[in-house]
């Protein structure tokens, strides 16, 4: 199985999933069941962000369980530490080295709105907008990012809106969207 497989197996679909898998309560009926927040997560998502890693390092063993959590099909993205910056010599190494860099929304600084790193795979992190970790997309703005998010045939999006519970319900609106 190649790693564009998502994880209802349709190949082509971007990996759509949220930074962490907290759930909120609202929600649970929404998810499978599992013996954890993580396998309940990966019910309905592909993927996850792992965002801590932005702020500290975590063992082998942990990343270990958390695989084990999953099915084979679910991939995660690690946040690369808060150490490495968007610059342009930043993006020859990730190019060099098959690490894409993410687009971010909203964007902190003018060259952090487009993908950059390799080219192999589009990743983009969606904050919430107007208010950065508050703000729901809503379903219009979403259906603009639909058609315009994924020009790589590898694409994730990964749904940072969490302060107020959004990131769940916007990334379970944008699959349902895209696997129709």
């Not at 999953?70 to 010599?89: G, L, N, Q, W, Y």
């Not at 860099?101 to 080219?119: F, H, I, L, M």
Request: net charge positive; charged share 20%; hydrophobic share 40%.
């Amino acid at each position: 199985m190649n790693d564009r497989t998502s994880a209802r197996g349709m190949i082509g679909l971007p990996r759509i999933g949220v930074a962490g898998w907290s759930l909120r309560r609202d929600l649970a009926d929404r998810f499978g069941t599992g013996a954890s927040q993580l396998a309940r997560y990966a019910t309905r998502f592909n993927c996850v962000e792992i965002n801590s890693s932005f702020y500290q390092l975590h063992r082998p063993a942990t990343y270990a369980r958390w695989a084990e959590a999953v099915p084979d099909t679910f991939r995660f993205a690690v946040k690369m530490p808060r150490s490495i910056t968007h610059s342009e010599a930043a993006d020859a190494v990730l190019r060099g080295t098959r690490f894409a860099r993410v687009a971010a929304d909203p964007a902190p600084v003018p060259v952090a709105a487009d993908t950059g790193g390799w080219d192999g795979l589009s990743y983009h992190r969606l904050h919430g907008n107007p208010r950065m970790y508050y703000s729901g997309y809503g379903a219009e703005r979403l259906e603009r990012l639909a058609t315009r998010l994924c020009p790589a045939s590898d694409c994730w999006i990964i749904f940072d809106n969490t302060a107020l519970g959004e990131a769940i319900p916007d990334a379970l609106w944008l699959s349902g969207r895209l696997s129709k």
